[in-house]
């Protein structure tokens, strides 16, 4: 029987570790027209702890993991094609560990995730504006697209019952629907649809190759202005799909799953901002039971012009 949980808690980490990563939600908002010329730093800190048995034909009572990762990004947001565009790089660090009660199988991790970039931009209702004509500026519907990239720089060691990189890239494109409404526009609805495409993990369990189907995943966000520096959000997202296969075996575990969550952000000055964010799991077919919570600190300034 421990040789048989033994199996499963490798699956878990080395399969699905990630995955809390993969269901964080796009940010209310992100899709929004703001000034070109601006820079952002973004320093994170998540806690996350799932219950999970990812093999749907062994259940294991008392699987626990808990995340706790310290993430650092950089935004910068430029003109192109007159249209706002930006690009986004991060970068995570973070501890790991996991166990299965009543057993003496446990493990635990420290170090650096996958790295990712993010192309984004506005098609429509977002022209490229300076910060001194931003200042004029009616909010208005908007429709955007944007690309991000996962590349496997993160520790793996396929030995390992812990990972806290997955060894394989990934690529979601994501198109976005923002339509503020309300007295003074002081409400906003977000859709976003997106989805991630996997390359293959060709050292799984050292030996196995596993191949993860495309996880698709709708949004949706309402968030609303308290005042001038203060607004909130209520998060929804489902994700579907993304079953896997091993060594070209189907494992018939797809995902489903429904996270509900909410955000408030703070910016007591242009310069400063502070977010807290909440999200828990309210439906987990083959997914892990997560609940997790983040802070967020964001520096706000201007390039100068050439």
Not at 181 to 187: L, Y
Not at 287 to 297: D, F, H, I, K
Request: some cysteine.
């Amino acid at each position: 029987m421990t040789g048989r949980l033994s199996c499963v808690l490798v699956a878990l980490a080395a399969c699905c570790c990630p995955a809390p990563l993969y269901a964080q939600f796009t940010d209310p908002r992100t899709y929004t027209v703001a000034p070109v010329g601006i820079s952002q730093l973004e320093v994170n800190y998540i806690h996350a702890e799932a219950d999970a048995s990812l093999d749907t034909s062994l259940e294991v009572v008392g699987a626990h993991f808990e995340q706790n990762e310290a993430a650092l990004s950089y935004t910068h947001n430029f003109s192109m094609l007159s249209r706002l565009a930006w690009i986004k790089l991060g970068v995570p660090y973070a501890t790991v560990s996991g166990s299965v009660a009543g057993t003496n199988i446990s493990g635990s991790t420290t170090g650096a995730g996958d790295s990712s970039i993010q192309f984004a931009m506005l098609l429509k209702g977002g022209r490229a504006l300076r910060a001194s004509e931003f200042a004029a500026y009616e909010p208005a519907s908007t429709v955007g697209l944007s690309v991000t990239v996962t590349a496997p720089t993160g520790e793996y060691d396929a030995g390992k019952l812990l990972n806290l990189g997955s060894h394989r890239w990934s690529f979601k494109p994501e198109l976005a629907i923002s339509c503020p409404f309300g007295p003074e526009r002081s409400w906003e609805a977000d859709a976003y649809i997106n989805v991630y495409f996997f390359t293959d993990n060709t050292t799984y369990h050292g030996v196995e190759v596993l191949r993860q189907e495309p996880l698709a995943g709708v949004e949706g966000h309402l968030s609303h202005d308290f005042t001038p520096h203060l607004w909130a959000s209520l998060d929804l997202r489902y994700g579907f799909r993304g079953e896997a296969v091993v060594d070209g075996v189907s494992q018939n575990d797809a995902q489903e799953s429904l996270v509900a969550g909410a955000e408030a952000n703070w910016s007591p000055s242009p310069s400063h901002s502070f977010v807290l964010v909440f999200a828990k799991a309210l439906v987990y077919r083959n997914a892990p039971s997560a609940t997790g919570v983040a802070l967020r600190y964001v520096y706000t300034w201007e390039m100068a012009s050439r």
